[in-house]
Structure formats: structure tokens, C-alpha cells
């Protein structure tokens, strides 16, 4: 195959997309953002003593100094109270054998009967054997649109090592270095 038709063929198999994002598009706009890859992580709270968690990519690091993380709720979920007003909770980031885990708290909050977990000193319920997790204390929640932003600051890092669970356009896959 020459360089030529090898480029050919790269241009035919992407797909082209040009819009002005709209209240008419926002499949197509959701389907642009999920080409963004990303880890996927469980955030974890309590409520009265019961257990919450929700399956979340919209993980970033914001700051070291001092340690600053966010995270988003969406407005719409029934779990919007809980997660965007909870003082101390805790992200998660999967590991890459951990995508059932990422369906179960995709679909229901309470799920820790399928994982292994125990209360933090913070009376967080904090899952075990995820590659790492930050225990976070809420700062401030900032309006998003239809999310909110929520920014915390990390009081603790437990890192258990492990390869990370990745999500690209819906879909759980695996890392694989391009070097
Ligand atoms: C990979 C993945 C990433 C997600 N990321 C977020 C997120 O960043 N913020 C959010 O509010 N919901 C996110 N969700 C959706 C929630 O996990 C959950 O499905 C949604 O809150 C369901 O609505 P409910 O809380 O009303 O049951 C994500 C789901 C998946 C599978």
C-alpha cells in the first residue's frame, strides 16, 4: 500500500462532523466529547449512614498546591443532592478489570455488595483495590450548565498500582502506549 492511498484510506474511515452545538444536536455534540478519552473513576458518600456511589469520567486535577480535584454532577441524576452538597468523599480510579464495577454504579447507587469496602476515618465508604484513590473534602461547587463543578481538596492519596480502565466514544477499553 503506497502513503498516498494509505492516507486515503485514514480520511474515508473518520467520519466529518461540523455544527454549531444546540439544544437540536446534543447527541451529536456528546458524540464529539466522547472522543476525548478519558480513566473512569467510582465517587463514593454517605448519607445517614448508607453507602452512595456513581460512576464518573468527568474527573480532572486542577491543582498541587494545594491538591485540588473536580469533579461533575449532572443536574438531572437523582443522586444530585447527595454527591454535589456531601461534605468528604472519595474518587476512585478503576482499574481495567473493574468495568463491571463501572456498570453497577452507572445504574444504581447502591452496589457495595459486589465490591469490597470499609468506612474511612472520615466516614466516607471507600471501595478497596482501585488503581488509586483521593479522599477529597468539598471547597466549593461552581454552576456548569446542566452539571455542576465540584472542586475538592484532597486530604489523602491511596495508590494500589494497576493499568487504568480507559472509556473513549461509550466504550471501556485498555491503555496501550504509543511509544
Ligand atoms: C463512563 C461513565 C462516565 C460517567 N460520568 C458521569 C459524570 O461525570 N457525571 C455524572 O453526573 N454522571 C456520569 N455518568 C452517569 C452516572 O454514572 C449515572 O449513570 C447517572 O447518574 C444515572 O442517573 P441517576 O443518578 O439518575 O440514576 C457516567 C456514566 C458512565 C458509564
Known amino acids: 500500500m503506497t502513503a498516498q492511498s494509505h492516507q486515503q484510506m485514514d ?56 491538591a485540588l480535584v473536580l469533579w461533575s454532577p449532572a443536574k438531572a441524576s437523582k443522586r ?8 468528604h468523599y472519595a474518587i476512585h480510579v478503576l482499574d481495567q478489570e473493574q468495568t463491571d464495577l463501572a456498570s453497577l454504579f452507572a445504574r444504581q447507587a447502591d452496589n457495595f455488595d459486589h465490591c469490597s469496602w470499609h468506612w474511612s476515618d ?5 471501595i478497596e483495590n482501585t488503581v488509586t484513590r483521593f479522599e477529597c473534602e468539598r471547597i466549593c461547587s461552581h454552576d456548569g450548565g446542566d ?33
Open 147 to 179: 452539571h455542576a463543578i465540584v472542586i475538592g481538596k484532597v486530604s489523602r492519596v491511596v495508590s494500589t498500582g494497576g493499568d487504568p480502565l480507559m472509556f473513549v466514544g461509550g466504550q471501556f477499553g485498555r491503555f496501550v502506549s504509543a511509544t
Open 80 to 87: 444530585f443532592d447527595l454527591f454535589e452538597s456531601t461534605e
Open 122 to 126: 472520615n466516614g466516607v465508604p471507600v
Open 11 to 66: 480520511n474515508d474511515d473518520k467520519s466529518l462532523m461540523d455544527f454549531e452545538p444546540s439544544s437540536g444536536n446534543s447527541r451529536e455534540l456528546r458524540n464529539a466529547l466522547g472522543r476525548f478519552g478519558t480513566g473512569v473513576t467510582i465517587v463514593t458518600a454517605a448519607k445517614n449512614g448508607v453507602p452512595y456511589g456513581i460512576t464518573v469520567n468527568s474527573f480532572a486535577s486542577v491543582s498541587l498546591d494545594p
